[in-house]
């Protein structure tokens, strides 16, 4: 069974531009999570979707971060401008929806690094 | 809100010992918990989970013990070995909604020494 994948995997750019993560969850899971996990801290929700909706947003600055999921399927999360402190490694993970099931399944992460 | 905690930043062990890495949490709806570990350059991977209406549950060479009265999760590892070597993330959530989304620790980082 393949993954969660995202791309890229690393990203370096300049302070007041902008960037953009991708993420293939597994096969069949609805619930799609992006989390911000910053040097030596454990990763923090940034949003939720089921299938194609927003489940929480509540901790997405969304002055600067939009995320989408068009199809239920890919999601992508953008940052419009970056700050450095956006400086961090953004991980993806999907889960499947049923009774009984919790299990949250992680991709490798992407690292950004803003300069 | 959740905030859960580690009690120590790093531990440090001899190959062949136990090793135990202790979580504390304070939303007394927490009701599900998960022990992840994640090796440099990799996202958490699930190690083992525990519902609130049990105090123990074994995997593989792993134990997890919750005691909800103190609000406290421990993860034992036995018999450590140099792959276990990781950061250690307990991550709470309250089962019985739509928002599933988990509260992470701040992590332990497991060194084991050959």
């Known amino acids: 069974e393949a993954g969660v994948a995202q791309s890229p995997r690393y990203k370096i750019i300049e302070k007041r531009q902008s960037v953009a993560f991708w993420c293939n969850p597994i096969s069949g899971h609805a619930t799609l999570y992006w989390y911000q996990q910053i040097l030596g801290q454990g990763p923090k929700l940034l949003i939720q979707?089921?299938?194609?909706?927003?489940?929480?947003d509540s901790q997405l600055p969304k002055d600067r971060f939009s995320a989408e999921r068009l199809k239920g399927v890919d999601s992508t999360l953008k940052i419009q401008p970056a700050k450095l402190e956006d400086s961090a490694v953004y991980l993806c993970a999907s889960s499947f929806v049923g009774t009984g099931v919790h299990e949250q399944y992680f991709g490798p992460g992407t690292r950004l690094t803003v300069t | 809100g959740e905030s859960v905690g580690l009690h120590l930043p790093t531990l440090s062990v001899q190959e062949g010992d136990n090793s135990i890495i202790n979580c504390a949490y304070s939303?007394?709806?927490?009701?599900?918990f998960i022990w992840y570990k994640q090796e440099s350059g990799k996202g958490p991977q699930f190690i083992i989970d525990i519902r609130s209406n049990m105090d123990k549950r074994q995997g593989q060479r792993v134990t997890v013990l919750l005691n909800k009265t103190v609000k406290h999760l421990s993860l034992q590892i036995a018999a450590t070995q140099p792959g276990d070597s990781a950061v250690y993330f307990c991550?709470?959530?309250?089962?019985?909604?739509?928002?599933?989304?988990?509260?992470f620790g701040s992590g332990t980082r497991l060194q084991v020494q050959p």
């Open positions: 979707f089921q299938n194609n909706g927003v489940v929480d």
């Open positions: 939303n007394s709806a927490s009701d599900y």
């Open positions: 991550a709470a959530t309250p089962m019985d909604t739509g928002r599933r989304a988990l509260t």
